[in-house]
């Protein structure tokens, strides 16, 4: 990587770096959709009508994996309620299963901190994230970013929009609240989707995470010598029981928000938008009566959610369902399992923005719920709202013999949304 | 007429009760939930935002009935 060398302070050799990088194509990072599975729902299915609780990780028919004889049998969950129960009983089941992955490559994060560090380290940033806080940012940063990104298209009538709009806006938003120039996204970006998906390559998650850390390095010496009003500024003057917090801790933080910012809302909003192209009917409502987008917005949260799934550790023997878990075991939260459990929603594969509004767990639940969601949700509606005020006739025009579909296990989106429209 | 009932020390200021139903909920300075105006939004709503509680810390009540479910 082009920065390793650069060592760590000289921010304007950086930036140079930087900018020789061009923006990508979200196709190159099509590995980091770790499995790429493209229906897993039918047999979360049948695993729900034997058991919302299962004892092993989940077969898609590759055979199963080798299990390490000595750690408790991990656990599968396809199930709303029995997902709801561990999310809600953070005693019991712990977040500290996140120490293996994240640690590694983000440091010490909230992602893993059980009660009450979980708290108080999560009150330090929550308040950027509280959706009050976040209107200021509708018109003067959203929208404007949104209709740039459109301006650069829209004489084409034809465009990609996920290497458009969906790969492009929200890390440019994040890079903002977190007061990251946002000339450099290109290279943060690449180096926030590679860090998430360590767990497809680890070598490449480990580089990213280290360019990372040199980067922000830099930013938070300038943040230290002149504060803006950004979340660096905040987090490098903060507190926490009278000290302030160490580089690290700081550096933790933010390679924990920046990919969620970045990663995340660039799927959900994939999501959101594969569900109304492939609904044209729905989608046309939505045109028609702009107050449906969140109602439209929550459904394809719970239809297609862009973190699938989420771990936890039991920490003493215990039962769920009547299966019994054993202390120590790791539990896997299939949310795409709950949100489509046949127990709770009528129909529940059929994507429907009438449907009755039931809640879900597309930003998961309990203690450790997304923190950005009010940030997901306004982004998302800015963005829709921005494509059906410039873009007519929007519809899916796939290449021949393109096939349009969201994959992925743990991270699930559609990888590329050819339309064509016409320009208002 | 809905009765909101908060337990505070469970409130964790995730703000989704203030998303599903706007007029009733807001987080004050310290992130913790505030009951507003009850009547603003429609009870559907109410049993929304009581169900959408990440941590279960919102009840909704006609006297002594309970009419959400506790949890999603």
Same mark, same amino acid.
């Given at each position: 990587m082009a920065f390793e060398s650069l060592g760590g302070n000289d921010m304007a050799a950086q930036r140079e770096a930087i900018n020789g990088i061009l923006p990508f194509d979200p196709n190159e990072l099509?590995?980091? @959709?770790?499995?790429?599975?493209?229906?897993?729902y039918p047999r979360y299915e049948e695993l729900r009508r034997e058991s919302p609780v299962h004892v092993g990780a989940v077969d898609?028919?590759?055979?199963?994996s080798d299990l390490n004889p000595d750690v408790p049998l991990p656990i599968t969950v396809v199930g709303f309620d029995e997902t709801v129960a561990v999310l809600r009983d953070n005693g019991l089941y712990?977040?500290?299963?996140?120490?293996?992955?994240t640690e590694a490559v983000?440091?010490?994060?909230?992602? #893993?901190m059980d009660e009450p560090e979980h708290r108080e380290h999560r009150a330090l940033v929550s308040p950027t994230f509280r959706s009050k806080v976040l209107?200021?940012?509708?018109?003067? *940063?959203v929208r404007g970013i949104v209709d740039d990104l459109i301006d650069s298209f829209i004489?084409?009538? =034809? @465009?990609d929009l996920v290497q458009a709009i969906t790969f492009n806006f929200p890390v440019q938003v994040i890079a903002r609240i977190l007061g *990251? %120039? #946002? #000339?450099?996204y290109p290279s943060f970006q690449r180096w926030a989707i590679e860090l998430n998906s360590v767990a497809a390559n680890w070598e490449r998650g480990m580089a990213a995470s280290a360019a990372l850390r040199d980067y922000f390095a830099a930013v938070l010496d300038e943040r230290r010598k002149n504060p803006a009003d950004d979340l660096i500024s905040e987090l490098v003057h903060v507190e926490l029981d009278g000290q302030r917090l160490d580089d690290e801790e700081i550096y933790s933080f933010l390679r924990l928000l920046l990919p969620a910012g970045v990663e995340t809302t660039y799927r959900a909003s994939g999501n959101l938008l594969f569900g109304l192209l492939t609904h044209p009917d729905q989608l046309n409502a939505v045109r028609e009566d702009r107050s449906l987008i969140p109602q439209a917005f929550e459904e394809s949260l719970r239809w297609e %959610?862009?973190?699938?799934v989420v771990l936890r550790r039991a920490m003493e023997s215990t039962e769920l369902a009547g299966v019994p878990i054993e202390g120590g075991a790791d539990v896997a939260l299939m949310l795409g399992g709950a949100n489509r459990d046949h127990r709770k929603y009528e129909n529940p594969d059929e994507f429907n923005i009438f449907r009755k509004e039931r809640q879900h767990v597309g930003f998961g639940f309990? @203690? =450790?719920?997304?923190?950005?969601m009010h940030l997901a949700r306004m982004e998302t509606r800015i963005a829709l709202e921005a494509i059906l005020d410039r873009l007519d006739d929007l519809k899916l025009d796939p290449a021949p013999g393109q096939d349009i579909r969201i994959e992925g296990l743990a991270f699930r989106s559609p990888v590329s949304l050819p339309v064509s429209f016409t320009a208002r | 007429m809905a009765e909101i009932r908060i337990d505070l020390e469970k409130c964790?200021?995730?703000g989704n009760c203030s998303y599903w139903a706007p007029g009733s909920f807001d987080l004050d300075d310290d992130g913790k939930v505030l009951v507003r105006?009850?009547?603003?939004?429609e009870e559907s709503r109410l049993v929304m935002a009581a169900e959408g509680c990440p941590v279960g810390a919102i009840s909704i009540w006609h006297g002594e009935r309970r009419i959400d479910q506790g949890a999603p």
């Open positions: 099509k590995d980091t @959709v770790s499995g790429n599975i493209v229906n897993p898609f028919g590759e055979g199963a712990s977040s500290c299963v996140y120490e293996i992955v983000m440091g010490r994060t909230i992602l #893993q209107a200021r940012w509708e018109e003067e *940063l004489d084409k009538g =034809h @465009v *990251l %120039p #946002q #000339q450099d %959610p862009p973190v699938a309990g @203690v =450790h719920v997304c923190m950005g | 964790m200021g995730s105006d009850p009547a603003t939004d």
